[in-house]
């Protein structure tokens, strides 16, 4: 990891440049997704089947025949291990009790004449749900969509999940069972994101796309925004510790690595004014790195991304961990409440030396889908909000009409627009 200190007359120069991720959309990626959904928005049903043929090798007779039952996810559900029925139960659980909290209500006030103005809050009819595939299976991040939405109301979710030579992941059925998804297609890729944002023949188009995907779901995604919603472009997976000589400097070293696991692109960061952990965070590093499965990927993505940053105090650290603004930011420090009124932007934050960023992703019941690439600055978790619409309620009465009318009537002429003056003119 590279060490850098903040007194240093370049230190901004060199943490912008280490923290920048070049994420430009690939031009031939981009014409490629777009080719498929033209294709799937002209044919439908059979264009998808042709992509899945092509991509995933698995040659279905009909969409149909690339449906699961709710048998078959109950059934994945019964036959996987106890201890990861339980954990996934136990996710679900602590995200529906989170995510409870967020239930907005409508509301309205009445103004003295009784004009009464206020905002009615209806769930989304239907959303689709993205969940990768084959050697990419992520059962909580089905959860962690499938669960805000029905909290919200949402009536509909489909599932696509591509299933590449048929494989399909026992873990990715058992949480869509327990997440009470109602449809679910063994289908991925940019052809999913276009039969989802367009509906096809047995598909019927959502009102919203949610979940990650590679590189051509997130062109698909892009260029399907404003035909569906879509709840975000997410980029590498990110982490900020901010620590102090009190932690322990194993632990900061494997929550480096948890998100350095995901792959070269993703970043971790540590943030400390004391040298002397910093000395022993390397060197937990240097004998942790070994053993783990995914140590060519963490090392890559330490040596090319990860930063070790000198600070001079906490308040300096938390100057640059906003600047920064980092999905997931930990707390790694005695007293993390002192330093919370400091901090302006993160996907989210972990208190305290026991808050592994990894309860986050899977039990904590907060939601892991986070921004990522300082859009922490004007962005927010997943939630329930995203599942919810707003809608503006407006009642004039006699009274109000006549007084508001006068009012609106001068503005609109004031604009060029008669009809909108006479319209208001006509009431008074």
């Known amino acids: 990891m590279k060490l850098l200190d903040s007194q240093s007359p370049t230190f901004l120069a060199e943490l912008d440049a280490m923290t920048h991720y070049a994420g430009a959309l690939d031009e031939s990626v981009d014409r490629a997704a777009a080719e498929i959904l033209s294709d799937v928005k002209a044919r439908g049903d059979a264009a998808v089947l042709d992509f899945t043929r092509k991509f995933d090798r698995l040659d279905a007779p009909s969409m149909r025949s690339l ?15 106890a201890p990861l029925r339980n954990a996934l139960l136990l996710a679900r659980d602590r995200i529906e009790t989170y995510h409870r909290k967020q239930l907005a209500e409508g509301w309205r006030y009445t103004e003295s004449d009784g004009t009464q103005l206020g905002v009615k809050i209806t769930p989304l009819d239907r959303v689709g749900l993205y969940v990768p595939g084959g050697k990419a299976a992520y059962p909580s991040s089905l959860l962690m969509n499938a669960v805000p939405a029905k909290v919200a109301g949402v009536n509909e979710i489909i599932m696509v999940v591509p299933t590449p030579n048929g494989v ?5 059925l058992a949480a869509a069972h327990i997440a009470n998804v109602d449809r679910a297609f063994t289908i991925g890729g940019a052809q999913a994101v276009g039969a989802l944002a367009y509906g096809t023949q047995t598909i019927p188009q959502v009102d919203k796309i949610v979940g ?7 062109a698909a995604k892009r260029r399907v925004f404003g035909i569906v919603g879509i709840d975000m472009i997410a980029g590498p997976s990110e982490i900020l510790v901010i620590a102090d000589d009190g932690a322990n400097p194993d632990w900061v070293a494997m929550d480096l690595f948890s998100q350095a696991e995901h792959d070269e692109s993703a970043q971790s960061i540590l943030l400390t004014p004391s040298d002397a952990l910093i000395a022993k965070v390397q060197a937990s590093i240097e004998r942790l790195l070994p053993t783990l499965p995914r140590a060519e990927i963490i090392r ?11 600070t001079h105090s906490f308040e300096e650290a938390c100057e640059i961990s906003n600047r920064i603004a980092p999905e997931h930011l930990e707390l790694s420090v005695a007293n993390p409440e002192a330093l919370l009124p400091l901090l302006k932007h993160a996907g989210a934050i972990f208190m305290g030396y026991h808050s592994s960023e990894s309860l986050g992703d899977y039990v904590a019941g907060t939601n892991h889908v986070l921004p990522t690439s300082r859009s922490a600055r004007f962005s927010s978790p997943l939630g329930v909000y995203d599942f919810q619409k707003r809608t503006s309620l407006i009642y004039a009465s006699t009274a109000g009409a006549k007084t508001l009318g006068a009012a609106a009537a001068t503005i609109a002429y004031a604009e060029g627009l008669q009809a909108h003056a006479r319209a208001a003119e006509l009431r008074l």
Not at 67 to 81: Q, Y
Not at 212 to 218: E, I, K, L, M, T
């Open 67 to 81: 449906e699961l039952t709710r048998d078959e996810m109950k059934a994945a559900f019964d036959a996987i291990d």
């Open 300 to 310: 890559a993505s330490l040596e090319g991304r990860g930063v070790i940053v000198k």
């Open 168 to 172: 399909k992941n026992p873990a990715v």
């Open 212 to 218: 990650p995907g590679n590189a051509y779901v997130a």
